[in-house]
């Protein structure tokens, strides 16, 4: 995956003649009283904004930084969401901690520690683990991903989980769920691949599309047990794929076949 860019906190002049002045300075005066006229009877319509530094609306009606509203992004499109809750506060499996309690009590270092190489190993299926995301994630993602945390992870507006269209076919719900489970973010656009995973076997997260993926994947039955398993487990940088078995249900897992087998 390419480096996501989100917001960051981080002329020789000639000489002139007196008449030029004279002119320019004449053409100033004339500017500043339009502008003037213009800003005034823009005013008389409109409140006032101060200007400074940018900020996002959330949906509390409080404002939040850049970084912790690109952090906020981040967490809904890599799918942290779906593990961690909604707003990281908890519920979706008793081995996955709420964020909202443990955030705060983590320094950034620990944090961006965690995010870039993951934390605990499972062989059971459902049982999840933080899988690595150095790989994955630019740096700025990760710092964006903390800085959200350590804000407590507030309501951002128009930052909803794509939705699932209803009764029109399995297929269809799993070609959205493949984005809101983050699979997109891995194994790229109809299961295409692209993001390097330079320790693993064959150099890069496979594609999800094509004879080779068909090859390894037969059945209905192989592809449901992958998802539920994960893949490798391997520390920095290798990528390993999350157990989704304790997150994703039965009916997800259906959808999503169904979507995968439509892929060339």
């Not at 995956?1 to 917001?7: G, I, V």
């Not at 009590?105 to 993951?118: E, K, P, R």
């Not at 930052?159 to 699932?164: E, K, L, M, R, T």
Request: neutral net charge; aromatic residues 6%; contains cysteine.
């Amino acid at each position: 995956m390419d480096e996501q860019k989100t917001p960051e906190q981080d002329n020789g002049h000639g000489t002139w003649v007196v008449p030029a002045i004279v002119i320019a300075a004449i053409a100033m005066v004339i500017a500043g009283v339009a502008v003037g006229f213009g800003v005034g009877n823009w005013r008389a319509h409109t409140t006032t904004v101060t200007v400074g530094v940018v900020t996002t609306q959330s949906t509390s009606g409080s404002t939040v930084s850049p970084a912790v509203a690109a952090g906020a992004h981040t967490f809904v499109q890599f799918a942290c969401s779906q593990c961690h809750g909604p707003q990281g506060q908890g519920g979706a499996s008793p081995y996955v901690p709420a964020l909202t309690t443990v955030g705060k009590t983590l320094t950034v270092a620990q944090l961006t520690h965690i995010i870039d190489h993951g934390l605990g190993e499972s062989a059971n299926p459902t049982k999840p683990y933080m899988p690595v995301w150095g790989a994955v994630l630019s740096k700025t993602q990760v710092s964006n991903l903390v800085s959200y945390i350590r804000a407590g992870l507030p309501a951002v507006s128009e930052n909803d989980p794509v939705a699932i269209p209803q009764g029109q076919g399995q297929a269809v719900a799993g070609a959205a769920l493949y984005i809101r489970y983050g699979c997109i973010n891995c194994h790229g656009p109809s299961g295409l691949g692209g993001v390097p995973n330079p320790l693993s076997a064959d150099k890069a997260i496979p594609p999800l599309s094509g004879g080779g993926f068909r090859h390894d994947f037969p059945t209905d039955a192989a592809i449901a047990a992958i998802i539920r398993s994960g893949s490798v487990i391997g520390k920095a940088p290798i990528v390993s794929m999350p157990h989704w078995g304790g997150i994703i249900p039965q009916s997800d897992v259906d959808a999503l076949i169904a979507y995968l087998k439509t892929l060339k």
